[in-house]
C-alpha cells in the first residue's frame, strides 16, 4: 500500500469550536428575536400590522401553490383588516384554485368596492381574474366585458404566452368569436 504524502491539517482547538458555537447560538437568538416581532402578536398592537403579516404569509404560501393553507391566512387579515383589497383578491384566487367561482367572484368583486388608490393597479388584475371566473361559470359575454375592461386598464396583466388566442381577440375588439370559441370549448 502506497502512503500518501497528503497530511491532515490539526484539529481546531476545543476552545474554537466553543467559540464558533457561541456565535452560532447568539446569531440563531438575535435572528429569533428580530422575526418574534412579526408572529407574536399583542392585544395592543395595530390589527393592520397584524392583518399584513397574516396577508405577507399567505401570499407566501400562495406563490408556493399552497391554497389550502393560504385562504385562512387571508381571511385572518380581513377579520383583522376588512378593507384589505389585497387580502379579497388573493382569497378570491384561493376559491378560483378550489372551483369556488361564486366565492371567488364575491371576493373580486368586494377587493373592487375597497380598493385603496395606491394600489390602482391592481384594478385591471382584478378585472381579468372577474373575466376568469365567468368564464369557468359560462357567462362568457360578461367573461369578455371583464377581460376587456382589465385589458384597457393594463394589457400586461395578461399572460402571453398562455392568453396569446384571447389577447389577439381583444386587440381586434372582438367579442362575438370569443364567445363562439369559447362556447364550443375551442379555448382553455
Known sequence: MKKSNFTRPAPPPPFALVAAAVVVIIEIAVICRYYSRFFSFSSGENPKTQASVHYYIG????????HQEAKPKFQQALKLS????????????????EGNYEAAEKSFK??????????????????????????ELGEFGLAWDYYMKGYKGDPTC???????????????????????????GECK
Open 59 to 66: 401570499k407566501r404560501l400562495l406563490a408556493q401553490e399552497k
Open 82 to 97: 376588512p378593507d384589505y383589497s389585497q387580502a379579497y383578491i388573493n382569497l378570491g384566487v384561493c376559491y378560483f384554485q
Open 110 to 135: 368586494t377587493a373592487l368596492t375597497k380598493i385603496d388608490k395606491d394600489v390602482h393597479k391592481n384594478i385591471p388584475v382584478i378585472y381579468h381574474n372577474l373575466g376568469s371566473v365567468y368564464v
Open 158 to 184: 395578461f399572460d402571453r404566452d398562455k392568453e396569446q388566442w384571447l389577447m389577439l381577440l381583444l386587440e381586434q375588439n372582438n367579442k362575438e368569436k370569443f364567445i363562439s370559441r369559447k362556447q364550443k
